[in-house]
């Protein structure tokens, strides 16, 4: 059945409401399928079946499968981005090394990979999702633009060299990150891991920039 538009009293429920609980039980459903089966697994009776509704229900609410697939990706890119706000408050605190690594461990997580082997899968959905937007892969060029505005921001608080170029260490620290935490021998890597890699790309942008990675201020 598809969503119930009365609330428990019996009375109707307000028609956006039913609409929003739809769609989100939909979305929650696509991404519970995509971290259980991956991308292969992820079609639109996996979908319907896992959220317990009829199949004609994810074509009321998206026009069509890459539709569904686009707006799963596209919740995430909002999350990604509005990590870039709470990176940027954390600039000055902490150590540049111990911001980047926890902001690498959010944007890595299970659901954030399955959904960069989705996209890097279906070049359909992958040109959907980069028309009129920034160049890059989906997710990932939004995750290099949240660590180049924390770089930046930090640079101007001279916990980073003059000469360093953010956008160059954010493409490092993202590609190398998006290897480290994707590769091949299962489960996420741990704190120090992540920590070690981080202090090479960060040290290693600049001769003698060892505060670079202490994230000492520059007196």
Same mark, same amino acid.
């Given at each position: 059945?598809?969503?119930?538009?009365?609330?428990? $009293?019996?009375?109707?429920?307000?028609?956006?409401?039913?609409?929003?609980?739809?769609?989100?039980?939909?979305?929650?459903?696509?991404?519970?399928?995509?971290?259980?089966?991956?991308?292969?697994?992820?079609?639109? #009776?996996?979908?319907?079946?896992?959220a317990?509704?009829?199949?004609?229900?994810?074509?009321?609410h998206?026009? +069509?499968?890459?539709?569904?697939?686009?707006?799963?990706?596209?919740?995430?890119?909002?999350?990604?981005?509005?990590?870039?706000? +709470?990176?940027? $408050?954390?600039?000055g605190?902490?150590?540049?090394?111990?911001?980047?690594?926890a902001?690498?461990?959010?944007?890595?997580?299970?659901?954030?990979?399955?959904?960069?082997?989705?996209?890097?899968?279906?070049?359909?959905?992958?040109? #959907?999702?980069?028309?009129?937007?920034?160049?890059?892969?989906?997710?990932?060029?939004?995750?290099?633009?949240?660590?180049t505005?924390?770089?930046l921001?930090?640079?101007?608080?001279? #916990?980073?060299?003059?000469g360093?170029?953010?956008?160059?260490?954010?493409?490092?620290l993202?590609?190398?990150?998006?290897?480290?935490?994707?590769?091949?021998l299962?489960?996420?890597? $741990?704190?120090?891991?992540? +920590?070690?890699?981080?202090?090479?790309?960060?040290v290693?942008?600049?001769?003698?920039?060892? $505060?670079?990675?202490?994230?000492?201020?520059?007196?």
């Open positions: 059945m598809g969503a119930c538009p009365f609330t428990m $009293d019996g009375t109707r429920m307000p028609t956006g409401v039913a609409l929003r609980d739809a769609r989100s039980q939909l979305l929650a459903a696509g991404e519970r399928v995509l971290l259980r089966d991956g991308p292969a697994g992820l079609t639109s #009776r996996t979908v319907t079946d896992e317990g509704v009829a199949k004609g229900v994810l074509h009321r998206f026009a +069509d499968f890459d539709d569904f697939l686009a707006s799963l990706v596209r919740e995430r890119i909002v999350a990604v981005n509005s990590m870039s706000v +709470d990176l940027v $408050d954390r600039a605190s902490a150590t540049v090394i111990r911001n980047l690594s902001t690498l461990f959010r944007l890595f997580d299970p659901l954030g990979l399955a959904l960069v082997r989705l996209v890097l899968s279906r070049d359909q959905l992958r040109a #959907r999702l980069q028309a009129g937007t920034r160049p890059g892969i989906p997710m990932l060029a939004e995750a290099v633009n949240t660590l505005e924390y770089l921001a930090e640079q101007r608080a001279g #916990r980073i060299v003059a360093a170029a953010p956008a160059a260490l954010a493409h490092a993202i590609g190398t990150g998006h290897l480290l935490f994707a590769g091949e299962g489960g996420l890597p $741990d704190e120090s891991a992540v +920590d070690e890699v981080v202090a090479t790309i960060i290693g942008a600049e001769p003698g920039a060892d $505060d670079v990675a202490v994230g000492e201020p520059r007196g």
